[in-house]
Nanobody, 128 residues
Framework: QVQLVESGGGLVQAGGSLRLSCVVS????????MGWFRQAPVNEREFVSA??????HYASSGQGRFTISRENAENTVYLQLNSMKPEDTAVYYC???????????????????????WGQGTQVTVSS
């Protein structure tokens, strides 16, 4: 059973930064495409970012402000959040999918249905 555990959420002022972490259990972390999603109150869950071996994909909302990275030796994926805005307030979830081919990466990683495993989420609150 694959388990994902997020951490790093919290309260930050607008313009500030946070780094979210997601640790994945198991020995096959390097074979997963990893994604981050978020869900604000009364909103549907939305795509934030994804990473394959090294290819990355960002939603327009985070382009230029967020950076996704992974450390395979630590079974961990990170999401660096910079220049944060109140509208970034949400529960952030990481998710894992079998590694996607290059031809499918950009079309599939923004879809929730692509991912087989999900973490429990970490709350991020940005005050104005």
């Amino acid at each position: 059973q694959v388990q994902l555990v997020e951490s790093g959420g919290g309260l930050v002022q607008a313009g500030g930064s946070l780094r979210l972490s997601c640790v994945v259990s198991g020995r096959t972390f390097r074979t997963y495409t990893m994604g981050w999603f978020r869900q604000a109150p009364v909103n549907e869950r939305e795509f934030v970012s994804a990473i394959g071996y090294s290819t990355t994909h960002y939603a327009s909302s985070g382009q230029g402000r967020f950076t996704i990275s992974r450390e395979n030796a630590e079974n961990t994926v990170y999401l660096q959040l910079n220049s944060m805005k109140p509208e970034d307030t949400a529960v952030y979830y990481c998710a894992a999918a079998p590694l996607l081919s290059a031809s499918r990466f950009y079309s599939a990683t923004s879809s929730e249905g692509t991912y087989d495993y999900w973490g429990q989420g970490t709350q991020v609150t940005v005050s104005s």
